[in-house]
């Protein structure tokens, strides 16, 4: 049997096919199979409760008593005991990432996000204008969702279905709407939590690595203490990101929102030197969490950087701060310090770091600023909208360019001496490769340069952790599934793991090192599979007119005007209003629901032959255009292919004298019902009888029929025509 | 026309229904698609007595099937060789217009599996050389299956003998 197949389904498989081979003579043995087929159907469907696997396995013993084992028996329990993990994680996710088990195949956008948050219903519950219980299941998988609304690189927007048709659904803004109007309405609350258990943990960095599992530790009854050597909790969410990006207020927010759980945040306290890990050890802390992050920039390695390095003039305004790494400057800035780098002002790189530096330089005063990238605009890892928007606001860009010194008359920055470069493939590579041009040197002038070539993590004070293993890269080996390092009770997640990386991802490895730690606490091993993504429930999808799901368009984002975003820190982006988001939560196709077989396509098509079904985004083979409106022109409403839908996205009901149509929810076709002249039963819309009659006018002729009567009438009539 | 044909003696029956339960069993179906059954005609008083009668409706196998022609798929099928009329549940989608175009009701709904489902003579017991499920455990022994000129004997022996019954012989 195919070993890629979902185990729970390969089972059933399995399983049935003993049954209905007549390989199982003996009755005992059959009723005990269909029992276990029963129940890992179940599973399999998400109906089963906490006892199931405990019950198959009792039944699986009967296989071994009296006349003894003929194969299934062993067969059932090797996998029963190889694939458990597997079993369990469909009892407790709902959810089966290889999606051979229909009913709790995920959604591709749940499956993008690192943090795994249940994309699907927390959109219908926005859409229903239920934002405060949107809040309540975004929080089970990430306990900053008002952070994440505004700054999140949303993974899961890139594989949003609804872009095959238009554009992706705006998940991510949605999600700060929520939570600003959950929190401004005093509905932003936690969820009950357990009570101490007296177990103490030890949190190093209140990043979103740390924050995220500081709350999950605190709901689970753990006594948390963060130590953290800036004065201000966030790490890189508040010195890293501006503030017109993520505002001070929503970190300081929902980090509050942490702390009233107990959480005990110790700021400007720096491990290894301000506190060490004897003395946490002997206050009682038994497991460690490392989230310090990644707040080293790299140098640029340029003759004058070190001279140069931090050399400010007294007066600013005059000429600049030398030359100064992106992170330091973010830092300083996001701290108060809000002097002006220097009047003309570079910076080296082509990620968000630069570009938030550029923006960041703007706002401060500056006169110009460029970003100098070794590339071109099409290789430039930063986000294309945040380069949309710096070039809106004015920040120059110089491509393929390569800095090669740093000028200066001995006292201040003067210039920054760069050579053209050209783009050359490499073979076995497919990223191009930037060569200087020979004899192209030409001199940048400038009074500041700003590095932001990339960051790597600080590993001083991490000494008194002599069991923990680093990588290559610089950064500490987990076990990704546990984020447990090679030191037995210490964890480690976000950037100090993955390098420098995105706040979901973080708070994903936040979460997860919460688990684990639960996990070592309570002497449970740790899972050798990793853990999917919690499917909590399937919402009642959202009803309403094929033309309407059909034109809903994401809406604009609003910015703030041009002229205040340049010289303020004021939020850039305004966010939608209120009637946007709900407009915009009823986009979602519900893949959660729809898994997009195309089996309802192939039925209309090729076996009814009306090929009412314009669905191209799930239909590659026949690349047609989606349209839901064009189904009610040729749909009679037959009903095959709501019969064939594996998962009951595509269903068929009738109402209100109507015969309906829906697609998760869109109406794709109405129809006025007739009914039986004698008994009053349904018949079908007049459309579909029609198509009957069509196909059978040749051999029917002869009918003396009268009126229109369902088939249990015209059973009893032709048993009794009087 | 099928080359069988399924016989009921209405006289003998007296509604019990065995041959719809041992039907549905053999099919192993849920509740809701009767492939036969039993329509009950009456009580009606004759001569001051209340009198039913039992009708047995399975499918009659007609020689033009209306459910064949009316079927965009091809499920609904008559067999060529003794014109056994029945469905092929693979290729049935579920779109009812057999059920809608039959004009006796013999094509039934099977919600649970959403396909179709109908007496098909139990082709694969007769293919056995068995009798249809039905017929088996009928109680009073009315069902009768076999070739049509066969059956028809039946009905003609017994005109026969209701002619020349004491009550209606000119003797």
Same mark, same amino acid.
């Given at each position: 049997m195919d070993e890629a197949l979902c185990p729970v389904h390969r089972t059933i498989l399995y399983l049935s096919d003993q049954i209905s081979s007549d390989n199982l003579k003996e009755p005992k043995i059959r009723r005990v199979s269909e029992q276990i087929l029963k129940l890992l159907e179940e599973i399999s469907n998400g109906h089963a409760g906490k006892d199931h696997l405990s019950a198959i396995d009792e039944l699986i013993e009967e296989y071994f008593q009296e006349s003894g084992d003929s194969g299934v028996g062993s067969y059932l329990k090797s996998v029963l005991t190889n694939e458990r993990e597997t079993f369990q994680s469909h009892l407790e996710t709902g959810n089966c990432a290889a999606m051979d088990c229909i009913r709790l195949s995920p959604s591709p956008c749940q499956m993008a996000c690192p943090a795994g948050i249940d994309i699907p219903t927390y959109l219908s519950l926005i859409g229903e204008g239920k934002d405060a219980e949107a809040i309540e299941v975004i929080r089970r998988d990430n306990p900053l969702p008002w952070v994440c609304g505004l700054v999140c690189t949303r993974p899961c927007e890139m594989m949003c279905v609804r872009a095959r048709i238009d554009t992706p659904v705006s998940i991510k803004f949605l999600k700060a709407f929520a939570a600003e109007r959950a929190m401004?309405?005093?509905?932003?609350?936690?969820?009950?939590?357990?009570?101490?258990?007296?177990?103490?943990?030890?949190?190093?960095?209140?990043?979103?690595?740390?924050?995220?599992?500081?709350?999950?530790?605190?709901?689970?009854?753990?006594?948390?203490?963060?130590?953290?050597?800036?004065?201000?909790?966030?790490?890189?969410?508040?010195?890293g990101i501006p503030r017109y990006r993520l505002p001070r207020e929503v970190i300081d927010r929902e980090v509050a929102?942490?702390?009233?759980?107990?959480?005990?945040? +110790?700021?400007?306290?720096?491990?290894?030197?301000?506190?060490?890990?004897?003395?946490?050890?002997?206050?009682?802390?038994?497991?460690?969490?490392?989230?310090?992050?990644?707040?080293?920039?790299?140098?640029?390695?340029l003759d004058g950087e070190e001279f140069y390095s931090g050399k400010a003039c007294v007066d600013p305004m005059k000429s600049g701060q030398g030359v100064i790494d992106s992170v330091e400057f973010l830092k300083q800035v996001a701290l108060g310090n809000r002097r002006v780098p220097g009047r003309r002002v570079v910076i080296i790189g082509g990620g968000n770091v630069a570009i938030d530096a550029a923006r960041t330089s703007l706002r401060l005063g500056v006169k110009s600023v460029t970003i100098a990238y070794r590339r071109t605009r099409s290789e430039m890892p930063a986000d294309v909208e945040e380069v949309e928007h710096a070039e809106e606001e004015g920040v120059e860009f110089s491509f393929l360019t390569i800095p090669t010194l740093i000028e200066g008359d001995g006292t201040k920055v003067t210039g920054l001496s760069c050579v053209r470069a050209e783009l050359i493939r490499k073979e076995g590579s497919d990223r191009l490769y930037p060569i200087p041009v020979e004899g192209s040197d030409?001199?940048?002038?400038? !009074?500041?340069?700003?590095?932001?070539?990339?960051?790597?993590? #600080?590993?001083?004070?991490?000494?008194?952790?002599?069991?923990?293993?680093?990588?290559?890269?610089?950064?500490?080996?987990?076990?990704?599934?546990?984020?447990?390092?090679?030191?037995?009770?210490?964890?480690?997640?976000?950037?100090?793991?993955?390098?420098?990386?995105?706040?979901?991802?973080?708070?994903?490895?936040?979460?997860?090192?919460?688990?684990?730690?639960?996990?070592?606490?309570?002497?449970?091993?740790?899972?050798?599979?990793?853990?999917?993504?919690?499917?909590?429930?399937?919402?009642?999808?959202?009803?309403?007119?094929?033309?309407?799901?059909?034109?809903?368009?994401?809406?604009?984002?609003?910015?703030?005007?041009?002229?205040?975003?340049?010289?303020?820190?004021?939020?850039?982006?305004?966010?939608?209003?209120?009637?946007?988001?709900?407009?915009?939560? /009823? /986009? +979602?196709?519900? *893949? #959660?629901?729809?898994?997009? +077989?195309?089996?309802?396509? !192939?039925? *209309?098509?090729?076996?009814?032959?009306?090929?009412?079904?314009?669905?191209?985004?799930?239909?590659?083979?026949?690349?047609?255009?989606? #349209?839901?409106?064009?189904?009610?022109?040729?749909?009679?409403? *037959?009903?095959? +292919?709501?019969?064939?839908?594996?998962?009951?996205?595509?269903?068929?009901?009738?109402?209100?004298?109507? /015969?309906?149509?829906?697609l998760c929810g869109t109406i794709l076709n109405r129809q006025k019902l007739l009914y039986c002249d004698s008994c009053n039963a349904v018949l079908g819309p007049a459309k579909y009888l029609d198509y009957v009659q069509n196909k059978t006018v040749h051999v029917a002729k002869a009918s003396n029929q009268k009126g229109r009567l369902c088939s249990a009438c015209l059973r009893k009539q032709s048993a009794f025509p009087g | 026309m099928s080359k069988y044909y399924l016989f009921q003696d209405v006289k003998k029956c007296i509604g019990c229904h065995t041959c719809e339960v041992q039907c549905k069993s053999n099919k192993d179906l849920p509740s809701g698609p009767r492939p036969c059954q039993i329509i009950q005609v009456g009580p009606n008083l004759v001569n001051g007595l209340p009198r039913a009668s039992f009708i047995f409706m399975p499918c009659f196998h007609c020689e033009h099937p209306w459910c064949v022609s009316a079927c965009p798929t091809g499920a609904m099928q008559q067999r060529h060789t003794d014109g056994i009329v029945f469905v092929d549940k693979d290729l049935c989608v579920g779109c009812k217009a057999c059920i809608s175009a039959c004009p006796w009701g013999a094509p039934q709904w099977n919600q649970e599996s959403g396909k179709v489902e109908k007496c098909d003579y139990c082709k694969d017991r007769i293919d056995q050389g068995l009798k249809p499920a039905c017929v088996t455990t009928c109680t009073t022994r009315c069902l009768k299956f076999g070739k049509v000129k066969e059956m028809t004997e039946i009905k003609r022996k017994r005109y026969a003998q209701h002619i020349a019954s004491p009550e209606n012989s000119a003797f």
């Open positions: 401004s309405l005093g509905h932003y609350l936690n969820p009950p939590q357990k009570p101490l258990n007296g177990k103490k943990v030890c949190v190093i960095g209140a990043g979103p690595a740390g924050l995220s599992a500081s709350y999950y530790l605190a709901l689970m009854g753990y006594q948390v203490r963060v130590v953290e050597s800036l004065p201000v909790p966030g790490g890189m969410l508040m010195v929102m942490i702390e009233s759980l107990g959480v005990e945040f +110790c700021y400007n306290t720096r491990f290894g030197k301000d506190i060490t890990l004897e003395a946490l050890k002997q206050e009682g802390f038994e497991a460690f969490f490392l989230a310090i992050g990644a707040h080293k920039s790299h140098k640029l390695g030409y001199i940048m002038e400038a !009074d500041a340069i700003i590095s932001a070539i990339g960051q790597f993590v #600080d590993i001083d004070g991490m000494e008194a952790f002599t069991g923990v293993k680093w990588t290559r890269r610089g950064t500490i080996e987990v076990r990704h599934t546990c984020m447990e390092t090679s030191e037995h009770g210490v964890f480690a997640a976000g950037d100090a793991v993955t390098g420098p990386a995105t706040v979901i991802e973080a708070i994903g490895g936040g979460k997860r090192a919460a688990e684990a730690i639960d996990r070592y606490f309570n002497h449970i091993p740790q899972p050798r599979i990793p853990k999917v993504p919690v499917r909590y429930r399937r919402e009642k999808p959202i009803e309403m007119p094929a033309s309407t799901k059909m034109s809903l368009k994401r809406p604009e984002m609003s910015m703030l005007n041009i002229d205040r975003r340049r010289i303020t820190f004021q939020q850039a982006e305004l966010g939608y209003t209120e009637n946007m988001v709900r407009e915009e939560a /009823r /986009r +979602c196709l519900r *893949c #959660d629901i729809c898994r997009r +077989c195309g089996k309802c396509i !192939d039925i *209309c098509r090729d076996k009814m032959g009306i090929g009412a079904l314009k669905f191209g985004y799930m239909d590659f083979d026949h690349p047609v255009e989606t #349209d839901f409106r064009k189904t009610s022109e040729t749909c009679i409403t *037959c009903g095959a +292919c709501a019969a064939n839908c594996p998962n009951e996205a595509i269903v068929i009901e009738e109402k209100s004298g109507e /015969r309906i149509l829906k | -």
